[in-house]
């Protein structure tokens, strides 16, 4: 393109040429633009046009580049009209034709001659009329254009200078336009748009928009070589100066040799034990790591995580050598009682011992503070020979604590479960997850989600800690985990794992404890020897009773470690290393203080609508009082006592049932209209709800009604129904030991709770007469009190004369009354 012709030449009406498809290209009059051309039919056509004396030949655009031989349908309507300059045939059989573009010319799809049987199409060509005069605006976008395109070919250096100043030259729109386009590097389907605006003045418009377009385009690539060409430079000056560090290095035989550092990695490598997968990454890392400059901060963090994958044990496991009954041994040296949690835990070892493969287990201890789940999963480490990691997730709320971070963050660091794998450096250590109740979660994700595929046997052999970016496996790691209560975590969360509660230790359990495992642990850590101190066993359960309230042994070991440092300050202050001191019940108050807490006990004497019921708390039973009073009035019935809304109703349904039995009874029908029934159950600071005081309150409100006393000697538990029968509770143990604390001797159970009497002490069962019950009738013939035996309520079905003689006179029926 290094002339144009700029000579106005005669367009005829219409004209029939050869044709010849364009790929991708798009001819524009006034241009001389050389092509190659490969197909047949277009080499026939330029043949056909060069035999002719004008030379002429139709050239347009395909709309389908791909196509071989397009149809009417596959070519655009306008071409250009084109002269043949010059033909050069080339050895692979193409030719390369010099093309001069002459005008505008559109063809009716209806008059393309495109027989099969013809070599080359043919095509009736019309000329497009163009408005070219310039105007007084086309003149001012002239000269707009013209200066861009000045500015384009300073940038632009393919574009000859001759070139730049023939375009320049030309005076009105349309040439100018056209001459323009074809050094513009534009799609043919924006050119080919560009051919087919008629309108002059608009063409020069777009095509002046599309130059400054270019402009922009060729500065910003103007500006990113330089950029590039400055960062090789400084890349390959930096590379210069560093191979001469190294040969510095070498001569001077220093050890920080970068590539020294590389090859230790690799003879690392070479020795690791470790999955292909795990292998490949840290070679290609390594790889990179010769390639990266010691001073860039990307080496640090590659070397890094090359360190990271050489230092985790993948395939490091550590022997453990099973016995039974040595682990029994540790299990009973450790913690007293627990043995559901001792015994899943040898009946795994057992089978691990028979089957070598098998999936680390997944135990969850749930139960209250204090009562030894943590100490437990260090225990079973000991026991299993396994190494003892312990993560707190108390509190945690962001996922990466799990799963770590991904290694585009500055200072990313694998998941706490990665990091403690390395610490330990076997890969089958026992994990323990502590608190795993206690975590949150917040916009950085949460934690117990990436916990379900540690703690899946299904998934964990493939956990994927974000930092390291590939499959670890956990799955012969034995997890633990601890929590204080179910509620908090997640269902799925808890169906991976096999629950074990632990309930808080019963009275005699404590005092054991105290015995042989806090005294001799506190007496050692402070200094004394065993015939210091001599701590009774009435002192022990007077430390239980009146100084600690809690389900476990902390607060009293922090009682026993008082009583130690008093003693030890007695010894050093008399200067007697050999004086024995004695604590029991007497002098204790000496050592602690006044009493902290007080327990419930039985009632001095029986009494109207006061009877004693037993409770659960998460720190052991308690006896529970519920006391009853009887005011006239219209009906009221309160119930105080902070308690909660199952209890409220276990309220609500006693009091039905004695209205429905109220005939029974001897009461009036309506005997609930006169009478306002005041129940509360003392302690009132202290909440307490569940259903199983049900017959407690019924037999409280039936005494206060009848006006016999309830026995002082017998406690009861049980939930009611409308109809009188009585329920199972929960709590049982505890609930018997504190009968057995209070000094009670009889008690009522359901009697679908005598199969947990199996969990209970033989020394709490001998010192109770437990009867169980099916009914409230039952209830109220042993509960009260009756002075002659023979009477009708204490030994036959008949109540009513017992109670007719018992009633108060406001509250009896008439004496010819009948009772359905």
């Known amino acids: 393109m290094s002339t144009f012709d700029l000579v106005d030449r005669s367009q005829p009406e219409e004209i029939r040429l050869p044709m010849m498809s364009l790929r991708e290209v798009v001819m524009f009059p006034r241009s001389i633009v050389p092509l190659f051309v490969g ?10 046009s060069l035999a002719a004396h004008d030379k002429k030949i139709f050239l347009v655009a395909q709309r389908e580049p791909e196509v071989e031989r397009p149809g009417p349908e596959g070519l655009f309507v306008m071409g250009t009209v084109s002269k043949v300059l010059q033909l050069l045939r080339l050895p692979d059989g193409t030719i390369k034709v010099l093309f001069e573009g002459l005008y505008r010319a559109v063809h ?122 400055h960062q090789m430079e400084r890349n390959q000056r930096e590379y210069y100066l560093n191979e001469q560090l190294k040969a510095i290095n070498k001569e001077m035989g220093r050890e920080d040799d970068p590539a020294a550092e590389v090859d230790d990695l690799e003879r690392r490598l070479e020795e690791k034990v470790m999955p292909d997968e795990a292998r490949e990454k840290a070679q290609r890392e390594m790889k990179k790591l010769r390639q990266i400059p010691p001073s860039s901060a990307e080496y640090t963090v590659v070397r890094n995580y090359v360190d990271w994958i050489l230092d985790l044990p993948w395939n490091v496991y550590k022997e453990i050598d099973i016995d039974i009954e040595k682990a029994h041994e540790i299990l009973d040296q450790d913690h007293y009682g627990l043995e559901k949690p001792k015994e899943r835990i040898l009946e795994y070892l057992a089978v691990q011992k028979l089957v070598s493969t098998i999936k680390g287990p997944i135990l969850c201890l749930v139960g209250p503070p204090g009562v030894g789940k943590t100490s437990l999963a260090r225990s079973v480490a000991r026991a299993t020979g396994r190494e003892f990691v312990r993560l707190s997730l108390g509190g945690v709320r962001d996922e990466a604590e799990i799963r770590g971070h991904r290694r585009t963050y500055v200072g990313a660091l694998p998941g706490k479960i990665i990091q403690s794998l390395k610490r330990v450096e076997f890969n089958n250590p026992l ?29 964990n052999n493939t956990f994927n800690d974000h930092y390291l970016d590939m499959d670890y496996d956990l799955s012969k790691v034995f997890f633990i985990t601890t929590a204080n209560s179910l509620h908090t975590i997640p269902l799925p969360l808890q169906d991976r794992m096999e629950i074990i509660k632990l309930p808080g230790y019963l009275e005699t359990e404590k005092e054991k404890i105290a015995r042989n495992f806090l005294l001799p642990k506190k007496t050692g850590e402070h200094g004394l020897k065993p015939e210091n101190m001599t701590l009774t066993d ?214 679908e709770n005598l199969k947990d009497l199996e969990d209970v002490p033989k020394e709490i069962l001998d010192s109770l007469e437990i009867t169980p019950v099916e009914h409230m009738d039952e209830v109220l013939r042993k509960a009260l009190a009756c002075d002659d035996p023979d009477r009708v309520f204490c030994g036959r079905d008949d109540y009513e004369p017992l109670f007719q003689s018992l009633l108060k006179d406001e509250y009896k029926v008439e004496a010819n009354h009948t009772h359905q």
């Not at 707009?144 to 100043?165: D, F, H, R």
């Not at 419930?600 to 009073?629: F, S």
């Not at 199972?728 to 505890?734: D, F, N």
């Open 39 to 48: 197909r047949e039919a277009s080499i026939k056509a330029i043949e056909s």
């Open 108 to 229: 009716e799809e209806s008059d393309l001659d495109d027989d099969p049987e013809r070599e080359f199409p043919l095509v009736t060509v019309r000329p497009v009329d163009e408005d070219d005069l310039p105007s007084a605006d086309s003149r001012a976008l002239i000269r707009a254009t013209q200066e861009a395109l000045e500015e384009y070919g300073k940038i632009n250096k393919k574009i000859a200078p001759e070139t730049l100043l023939a375009v320049s030259s030309l005076n009105t729109p349309g040439k100018l336009a056209d001459a323009i386009m074809p050094h513009l590097k534009v799609d043919y389907l924006k050119k080919q748009e560009i051919l087919e605006i008629t309108d002059c003045y608009r063409r020069l418009e777009e095509v002046y928009g599309l130059l400054q377009g270019e402009i922009e385009i060729s500065s910003l690539e103007k500006k990113i070589k330089n950029r590039v060409k």
């Open 431 to 459: 994990f323990c997850l502590d608190e795993i109740d206690k975590m949150s979660m917040d916009f950085r994700g949460d934690p117990s989600s990436a916990l379900l595929e540690v703690l899946d046997p299904e998934q």
């Open 538 to 751: 009435d002192g022990v359960l007077e430390i239980i009773r009146s100084y600690t309230r809690e389900a476990g042994v902390r607060n009293l070991e922090r009682e026993i470690a008082t009583i130690c440092r008093k003693v030890a300050r007695r010894i050093v202050e008399e200067d007697d290393l050999d004086m024995t001191v004695t604590v029991d019940a007497d002098n204790l108050p000496e050592f602690l203080g006044i009493k902290k807490h007080r327990h419930g006990e039985k009632e001095e004497r029986p009494q109207v609508g006061v009877t004693t019921g037993l409770a659960w708390t998460e720190m052991g039973g308690e006896l529970l009082v519920v006391e009853t009073v009887l005011m006239p009035g219209t009906g009221k019935v309160e119930i105080t006592g902070k308690l909660g809304e199952v209890m409220q109703e276990s309220a609500k349904a006693a009091l039905s049932y004695v209205r429905s039995r109220s005939g029974l009874f001897g009461l009036k029908p309506d005997f609930h209209k006169d009478v306002d029934v005041h129940v509360h159950v003392p302690e009132g600071a202290t909440p307490k709800d569940g259903p199983s005081a049900g017959i407690t309150l019924t037999t409280a409100i039936v005494s206060a009604l009848l006006g016999v006393p309830v026995r002082d000697d017998l406690a009861m538990t049980g939930e009611i129904t409308l109809r009188g029968r009585v329920l199972p509770i929960g709590g049982l143990r505890e609930k018997l030991l504190a009968a057995h604390r209070g000094l009670i001797t009889k008690v009522l159970i359901p009697k």
